[in-house]
């Protein structure tokens, strides 16, 4: 699809509408609030938290003119739910992760802007103190990260979502260029990566001792590789000859 095609479409489709932002385990109800005014100030409606059951009235004072987008949030029990639906999560971290590795914000929008305009993405933000944990990164695609001068202290919750969220709001969409197909619902993709798992492990490829290891690295390799439906039944054909191919020669 070229850069005409691709603007022209834009004219007729609010990309506002395809981003979700995540926020996982939040403990500040004011956070919340501030988080919905940044989206509001930046054209973006979709609000999913997960651990919270409920918006506190805190949160309501510091959205000052974004209740609406207080009212809209969804609810979720974990992680896995919160994305079930969505094609692509896109993880803020501030912390180098040796089998998470992370890409500057920039190169992360240019990896948003290359998948069509369906693709459904979600922006995925952790605790204020503690982050995004190892098993939370499992669910994304991408890890970003937003420059700074120094690794301390981090940018705040509200802060970094700001920063995420204007990045995107202010991007040149009219040079975009699709260069990508569409993912498979994240539902889907790790339904696929649990599948490659059990059978590495029922072939003893993955054991005890180096089991997190092995399947943070399966999470990120294939979570970067954004299935489609043709890679899945590719690799999963390729996984189960190989495997086998593998034990025969042993």
């Given at each position: 699809m070229n850069k005409m095609n691709v603007a022209t479409q834009i004219k007729e489709f609010d990309l506002k509408t395809k981003f979700t932002v995540i926020l996982v385990h939040p403990e500040n109800p004011e956070n919340i609030g501030l988080v919905a005014r940044n989206m509001k100030n930046t054209g973006f409606?979709?609000?999913r938290l997960v651990g919270v059951t409920s918006i506190d009235q805190k949160s309501y004072v510091t959205a000052v003119h974004a209740q609406d987008v207080l009212e809209g949030a969804q609810f979720y029990p974990d992680l896995g739910e919160a994305t079930a639906d969505l094609n692509l999560i896109f993880a803020a971290t501030s912390k180098r992760r040796k089998n998470?590795?992370?890409?500057?914000?920039?190169?992360?929008?240019?990896?948003?802007?290359?998948?069509?305009?369906?693709?459904?993405?979600?922006?995925?933000?952790g605790n204020e103190r503690t982050g995004l944990t190892s098993a939370e990164l499992r669910s994304s695609n991408f890890r970003f990260i937003i420059p700074q001068v120094a690794r301390q202290p981090s940018y705040n919750l509200a802060s970094a979502v700001l920063l995420t969220l204007f990045?995107?709001?202010?991007?040149?969409?009219?040079?975009?260029?699709?260069?990508?197909?569409?993912?498979?619902?994240?539902?889907?993709?790790?339904?696929?990566?649990?599948l490659i798992l059990r059978k590495l492990a029922q072939k003893k490829?993955?054991?005890k001792k180096n089991k997190r290891h092995m399947t943070e690295m399966i999470y990120d390799?294939?979570?970067?590789?954004?299935?489609?439906?043709?890679?899945?039944?590719?690799?999963?054909?390729?996984?189960?000859?190989?495997v086998d191919w593998y034990q025969e020669k042993r």
């Open positions: 409606e979709k609000l998470f590795p992370s890409i500057y914000l920039r190169d992360a929008l240019k990896e948003m802007v290359s998948f069509p305009l369906s693709t459904k993405i979600g922006l995925l933000f990045h995107v709001y202010a991007y040149d969409f009219k040079e975009v260029e699709i260069t990508k197909e569409k993912p498979l619902s994240r539902k889907e993709q790790e339904e696929c990566i649990r490829f993955i054991h390799l294939f979570g970067r590789l954004a299935l489609t439906s043709k890679d899945r039944k590719l690799l999963l054909a390729l996984f189960s000859k190989a």
